[in-house]
């Protein structure tokens, strides 16, 4: 029997989990996983608990949630030989659809019977620990403006409405992008919007640059230098394609780096998100890279 704990968030997706929790615990124990209910609280609980029970050396811990809370128990976990899985229950469970894991809890409890792992480089973020990305200017401003009961009720939805809103009135504000080059070298940049990926997947099913890998100690660094509100309005038509076309759009760049610094030259402060949180204003530094995490990922399938 090999054992452990399942840290989940209560109210992911705007719906109770605890029955749906124990649920999966009760097959899971069928299985030979005994998994202990634990249930957050509060904002940062989930890095609270694993890091309360990594003492007790168990044998995996599993993580129900959005992005969010697989971010925090990651931040707990990174170092450690405790590997991760993940049952996506949140709105758009980057990590998970990244790693293949499923879209659902239920999709997902193979992976409490693998023994399959592959490492997730953890970044530095914003003071948190961030596993998909960040972003300054557009998309943070509408992490930050979505209502949490319009995303709680409507998903993606919301979020699109919210993006249509934020795209009239995007001013298009000057940044300061400074940091290390995949060399090590020195390089400054200017943007209007800037996105980093670490996983190759944004929002969901998205490929915002399939150069970024998710294993490695490098960003893929996404420049929009554009002041034209066609080109952004391009830009995430594209997106949803699944094959980074939007990386074709009139000033847009891509560069792999180590580190990076944005900074507002527009005389005010401007929204920064995290992993799709929104987490405060700039200036923002994001890495070098922190430890790595390992995930439980479906076994490969035999020929």
């Known amino acids: 029997m090999r054992r452990g704990f399942l840290v989940y968030n209560p109210a992911a997706g705007g ?13 899971a124990r069928s299985k030979g996983v005994e998994l202990s209910l634990l249930a957050t609280e509060r904002p940062g609980h989930a890095t609270e608990l694993v890091r309360e029970r990594l003492a007790k050396r168990p044998d995996l811990v599993a993580v129900a949630g959005g992005d969010g809370t697989v971010g925090e128990a990651a931040t707990a976990l990174a170092g450690s030989d405790v590997p991760l899985a993940i049952l996506p229950a949140g ?17 997902a409890e193979a992976v409490l019977e693998s ?31 979505v209502n949490p009961l319009l995303k709680r009720l409507f998903g993606r939805a919301g979020y699109a409405y919210v993006s249509t809103l934020e795209w009239c009135r995007y001013e298009f504000p000057p940044i300061e992008v400074t940091g290390l080059d995949a060399e090590g070298r020195p390089f400054v940049r200017h943007a209007t919007f800037v996105l980093s990926a670490n996983t190759s997947k944004y929002a969901g099913d998205a490929v915002l640059s399939p150069f970024a890998d998710p294993d490695d100690d490098l960003l893929d660094l996404v420049l ?30 891509r560069m792999p780096v180590r580190s990076f610094t944005a900074r507002s030259l527009a005389g005010y402060e401007l929204e920064v998100q995290v992993d799709g949180d929104a987490a405060g204003t700039t200036p923002v530094t994001v890495g070098p890279a922190g430890g790595k995490v390992r995930l439980l990922v479906p076994p490969p399938a035999r020929s």
């Open 15 to 27: 719906r109770d989990r605890a029955a749906q929790m124990a649920a999966i615990a009760d097959r």
């Open 91 to 107: 709105t758009a469970n980057v990590v998970a659809r990244e790693y293949g894991v499923g879209t659902t809890p239920e999709e």
């Open 115 to 145: 023994t399959t792992t592959r490492t997730l480089t953890t970044w530095p973020s914003a003071g948190r620990t961030s596993l998909i990305g960040t972003g300054v200017g557009f998309d943070a401003r509408v992490m930050a403006n």
């Open 224 to 253: 929009f230098t554009s002041g034209d509100r066609g080109d952004l309005f391009h830009f995430y038509r594209l997106l949803p394609g699944g094959r980074a076309a939007q990386l074709g759009v009139r000033g847009v760049s």
